[in-house]
């Protein structure tokens, strides 16, 4: 457990070093919402109807940014193969380094998510929904995100292939987190379209440690 909570602020801190990435993460993400009303002729009754979803279509893109580094730097310097001969199971390390990456990324886009939702037409009202779903999302991101990350691992333009993996894998959370806004926007209740993220996440959680460590273990050879 010692050795896990190290591996965890380590990935926190590496998070931050170098001019603050997260803060990339969202500057993207803004710069998305923001060209979106732009380049449709910003009329917000034309917009509203589909702010939810231009949204988290932007907050899945942004989540990626930095899925390329959270194994393959640690694969080219051979902390990878530490963490396997460790104390501690793979397993374990992909649900650390996926939980901080949820830490890092995930919390800043979700404190982002209500701007960025504003700014697409949604009420202000639905500010506190937009960054509980980007919340439960963003943890949904980064599971799925690190498993696509693992598969990719020690592969060229292993960004773009990450990006290939982990966008079939975010379209759950983009149709379930886009409904609850929509359905709050439409005077319903949100709370069956976070059940259904609730379990997306779930189901990530238990799929992604298992099926990164064996990627992981796989690209080691």
């Known amino acids: ?5 190290i591996l965890w602020r380590r990935e926190l801190a590496l998070a931050w070093a170098g001019g603050g990435g997260p803060l990339l993460a969202c500057g993207f993400f803004l710069c998305l919402t923001v060209l979106v009303p732009l380049a449709s002729g910003s009329d917000p ?4 109807p589909v702010a939810g979803g231009i949204a988290w279509v932007a907050l ?12 393959e730097r640690d694969f080219e310097d051979g902390t990878l193969d530490l963490l396997a001969l460790g104390p501690a199971p793979l397993e374990l390390a992909v649900i650390a380094k996926a939980k901080a ?3 890092a990324v995930g919390w800043p886009l979700a404190v982002t998510a209500p701007v960025a939702a504003i700014t697409l037409g949604l009420p202000v009202s639905l500010a506190p929904l937009a960054a509980l779903a980007a919340l439960i999302g963003g943890l949904g991101f980064a599971l799925t995100g690190a498993l696509g990350a693992a598969l990719a691992l020690g592969s060229k333009r292993g960004g773009l292939l990450i990006a290939v993996v982990v966008l079939p894998l975010f379209i759950p959370p983009v149709v379930f987190g886009a409904g609850a ?8 209740s949100p709370g069956p379209a976070l059940a259904f993220l609730i379990a ?8 992604t440690p ?12």
């Not at 009754?45 to 509203?48: N, P």
């Open 181 to 188: 806004l929509e359905r709050a926007a439409n005077g319903q």
């Open 60 to 71: 899945a893109v942004s989540s990626i940014l930095s899925l390329e580094r959270l194994f």
């Open 101 to 103: 990456q949820w830490l």
């Open 1 to 5: 457990m010692k050795a896990l909570m």
């Open 210 to 221: 298992f099926a990164g460590a064996a990627a992981i273990r796989n690209a080691q050879g």
């Open 200 to 207: 997306y996440v779930l189901f990530a959680a238990v799929i």
């Open 45 to 48: 009754a034309a917009l509203r």
